[in-house]
Nanobody, 130 residues
């Protein structure tokens, strides 16, 4: 497992933008599949976006609810993964979690289930006011 620390969450108005960051420990960051999940009030944790490791070209995948509005990126030299969120809506309000798949490798498929990831951050709160 690796340690993950999220930052960047805050209160923002609907239609606004926000950039979340996640700092990861470990020397093999480029081999990890990274993802963002979120958990809204009274809801289950849900997949938001993911990015494959460098061996698989860093392919990205998104939940339908955020496609076209959110962009995931990573900086393998700095062990960082970001989530750029634009055109925010009130339904985007949630605690956002960074997740890493450090074991099991990647087959190049889409990893969108919580069970696919073995390391989690503590979360950062995003609140979108309407």
């Amino acid at each position: 497992q690796v340690q993950l620390v999220e930052s960047g969450g805050r209160l923002v108005q609907a239609g606004g933008s926000l950039r979340l960051s996640c700092a990861a420990s470990g020397r093999s960051f480029s081999t990890y599949v990274m993802a963002w999940f979120r958990q809204g009030p009274g809801k289950d944790r849900e997949f938001v976006s993911g990015m494959d490791n460098s061996w698989n070209g860093g392919s990205t995948f998104y939940a339908d609810s955020v496609k076209g509005r959110f962009t995931i990126s990573r900086d393998n030299r700095k062990n960082l993964v970001h989530l750029q969120m634009n055109s925010l809506k009130s339904e985007d309000t949630a605690v956002y979690y960074c997740a890493a798949r450090t074991r099991g490798g990647s087959s190049g498929g889409v990893y969108a289930a919580t069970i696919d990831y073995d390391s989690w951050g503590q979360g950062t709160q995003v609140t979108v006011s309407s």
